[in-house]
């Protein structure tokens, strides 16, 4: 299955589209949406328009404010006119003259709350045909999504924030480490595995895929069922997505501290951020930190902060971290902790620390010592 997405050939017809858009702001969205069912001025592809205008849709900037809020002015019409009972013409003209707005604007401002009747607003942000291109291809794979029995993803950096999406939004998920490679396939369940078609669960999913495009590298292969025929949709670095919001870097005031610190006191070495996860059983661990001498590369470690967290984090951290067996991590774990030596990994060197972890401390651990090879 290969999506038609939306390129540089497209952006002219955009164009045209978002000035159409611009031209009816401070406008009801009904004259607005009367006129995108006419043709545009230029030649446009049918399906692609149609997605084009939803994607727009849903792209609501602030919108303009009328000179009453819709619920005041109901409220003070309705009352007006069961207290009088009076023509609602004279309904109208008495209480515009009440609120200092003409009787036009009075009934614009009671229904502008309504779908069809709220003004148009500027795009949020304001959109470049480029922009909106990418938005709208990002919306394509999303809408194939849905449509997912099955969904997997080979990824490389970046791994952390996927899985703690995929967690957060509660979506089936396996992950495993690609032998011999820093890769990590991730595998999901798709809408159309579950006992019901969930649109949540969809959704849910296709949260992740703007993520991926901050990944040094990805691959998506999902198997999608339309018409009743199953297709597969691959999708992989350098496609046409528009991004999510770049990522933070760091979890916590705590690590950007250390991370800063330690560049300062250790010039010889190269400090980064999430480095690739490793196996730990049957799942994956993420330390916060890779270490490593630029002058000789095979002197790497892993660093873990256990910091200001709840017991039961730390003790299924510390569990995870026993099980990967590891001899080249350094634990970082605050005092306040009072965790026991029998809970430490084997043959994992501890800094202990109070509010900051002293990146001098890490560096005469390192210093002090030589790990195995990996």
């Keep these: 299955m290969v999506p038609q997405f939306f390129g540089e050939q497209d952006h002219p017809w955009l164009q045209v589209l978002l000035e159409e858009h611009e031209r009816f702001i401070g406008k009801s969205q009904r004259e607005l949406d009367a006129r995108l069912r006419e043709p545009l001025p230029c030649v446009s592809p049918p399906r692609k328009l149609r997605l084009a205008v939803q994607v727009l849709g849903g792209l609501r900037g602030n ?95 970046n791994t952390r924030a996927i899985v703690r999406q995929a967690k957060l939004r509660g979506l ?26 969930t649109r949540l669960y969809g959704r849910a999913l296709g949260d992740l895929v703007p993520l991926l495009a901050w990944c040094s590298r990805f691959r998506l292969r999902a198997e999608c069922i339309l018409s009743g ?82 017991p039961a984090y730390v003790t299924r951290k510390l569990a995870l971290y026993r099980s990967a067996r590891l001899t080249n991590l350094i634990l970082c774990i605050d005092e306040s902790r009072n965790c026991a030596d029998a809970e430490v990994p084997a043959g994992a060197q501890v800094v202990r620390f109070r509010r900051r972890v002293d990146a001098a401390a890490v560096l005469r651990v390192l210093e002090a010592a030589r790990p195995s090879d990996n």
């Design 63 to 157: 919108q303009p404010k009328t000179p009453v809020s819709p619920r005041r002015a109901r409220a003070i019409v309705f009352a007006e006119a069961a207290r009088t009972q009076a023509p609602s013409e004279s309904v109208l003209s008495g209480v515009a003259a009440s609120l200092g707005v003409s009787p036009r604007e009075l009934v614009d401002s009671m229904f502008a709350d309504l779908p069809g009747e709220r003004l148009v607003g500027a795009s949020a942000p304001t959109l470049s045909a480029a922009e909106l291109a990418l938005r709208c291809n990002l919306v394509l794979v999303q809408t194939l999504l849905m449509r997912a029995s099955i969904v997997r993803i080979d990824v490389t950096g």
């Design 172 to 197: 089936i998920c396996t992950s495993a480490r690609r032998p011999d490679t820093s890769d990590v396939t991730l595998e999901f369940s798709g809408p159309f595995a579950l006992f019901r078609h």
């Design 229 to 310: 025929r199953r297709l597969t949709l691959h999708l992989g670095t350098g496609d046409p997505i528009f991004p999510a919001s770049a990522p933070r870097r760091y979890d916590s005031r705590l690590e950007e501290r250390f991370a800063g610190e330690f560049r300062r006191v250790a010039p010889a070495w190269d400090v980064v951020r999430e480095p690739e996860p490793i196996p730990a059983g049957s799942t994956l661990i993420f330390p916060d930190f890779a270490l490593w001498r630029r002058s000789n590369p095979s002197r790497r470690w892993f660093l873990e902060i256990v910091g200001f967290w709840t």
